[in-house]
């Protein structure tokens, strides 16, 4: 299962991004969606997570700035970033527990990473 992520770049401190991450059509279900990060020399980091149900969770350092949803008819999560901070700058990866078919247990997948860069 592939998860296609896009949105990343360059923007200034202050600005805004929005990240996309699409999963195929043809899974069977999908519950938590989510995002993580990983700056240069950390460890990877939950930013902000959504169930099939819609409650979210967000990272204390990011509460307020960003904002995840998902539209489940498009199998696809959003992650709204405003007021971003050069403490940003990161790889984001969008992840997702997803049962591929019916005969499938949940399993977790990664979409390949998308640079944001904030400069100050």
């Known amino acids: 299962v592939q998860l296609q992520a896009s949105g990343g770049g360059l923007v200034q401190a202050g600005g805004s991004l929005r990240l996309s991450c699409a999963a195929p059509?043809?899974?069977?279900?999908?519950?938590?969606m989510g995002w993580y990060r990983q700056a240069p020399g950390k460890q990877r980091e939950l930013v902000a997570r959504?169930?099939?149900?819609?409650?979210?969770d967000y990272a204390d350092s990011v509460k307020g700035r960003f904002t995840i949803s998902r539209d489940n008819a498009k199998n696809t999560v959003y992650l709204q970033m405003n007021s971003l901070k050069s403490e940003d700058t990161a790889v984001y990866y969008c992840n997702a527990f997803i049962m591929v078919t019916i005969q499938d247990a949940y399993a977790y997948y990664w979409g390949k990473g998308t640079l944001v860069t904030v400069s100050s």
């Open positions: 059509g043809s899974i069977f279900s999908m519950n938590v």
């Open positions: 959504i169930t099939s149900g819609g409650s979210t």
